[in-house]
């Protein structure tokens, strides 16, 4: 059965109940300025949060600004992130990062894209945590969570990131922008998870136009019958 595409009524219920259960949303990645969110996102491709903050809770105190991290060298950066996946390239990524950073952009992470995704190592879904997070820029970062939330749940079908990265800036309501990212992939992280959804447990099950959802525990709608007499 095909997934439908939410209504506008059911959207603004989805982010309603969302914004509920979590009225103030945040990475989970541990930062306290721009660059250490540039650092700890750049990290995190195909890694958890967690195993980067095990490293970045050691790094940071020692070294989080270019001029420190670059003072490093590959190989001292290597000796704090190699519990990380990856990360012989991600160390030599972000080296040239800083590299660039001092040389170009005074040691301050640009707040535009063009800028950011011309770093080492840095992508769309990076560039798009960074100005939304640090920045405070409506930006839509698509990881796989969102992805598979948007898709299940007909909130924005897509076949690839970027549509459903178009579709979700599209049909979100303003007033919820700025938080629908971290919203989106908290609930795909802990709720509308890939194998077995914890639809029992769902805020928006209601809304989701997932057909197996029921399947998992999602309460099904009442019948009302009506009286004979």
């Keep these: 059965m095909a997934i439908k595409n939410m209504t506008k009524k059911q959207v603004q219920t989805f982010f309603e109940r969302l914004r509920e259960q979590r009225p103030h949303p945040t990475t989970e990645l541990n930062f306290s300025n721009p660059f250490e969110l540039l650092v700890a996102v750049t990290l995190s491709a195909q890694a958890t949060d967690l195993s ?13 600004t270019p001029e420190a991290i670059y003072a490093l060298g590959v190989d001292g950066l290597k000796s704090y992130i190699r519990t990380i996946g990856l990360y012989n390239t991600k160390a030599e990524n972000v080296i040239k990062t800083c590299k660039i950073l001092i040389d170009k952009h005074h040691s301050q992470v640009p707040d535009n894209r063009a800028d950011l ?21 409506p930006a839509m970062a698509v990881d796989t969570h969102i992805f598979r939330l ?3 749940t ?28 971290h919203w989106l992939i908290l609930h795909g992280r802990y709720c509308c998870i890939a194998r077995k959804p914890k639809c029992n447990e769902c805020v928006v099950s209601d809304v989701c136009q997932w057909p197996d959802r029921f399947e998992f525990g999602a309460a099904r709608p009442m019948k009302i019958v009506k009286a004979t007499t």
């Design 52 to 64: 980067v903050n095990k490293a970045t809770d050691k790094l940071f105190p020692i070294a989080n």
């Design 117 to 137: 995704e011309a770093l080492p190592g840095v992508g769309r879904k990076t560039a798009n945590v960074v100005l939304n997070t640090a920045f405070g820029q």
């Design 154 to 181: 007909g909130l924005a079908i897509g076949k690839n990131v970027l549509e459903v990265e178009h579709r979700l800036m599209k049909v979100i309501p303003k007033e919820f922008l700025l938080d629908s990212h």
């Design 150 to 152: 948007g898709n299940r």
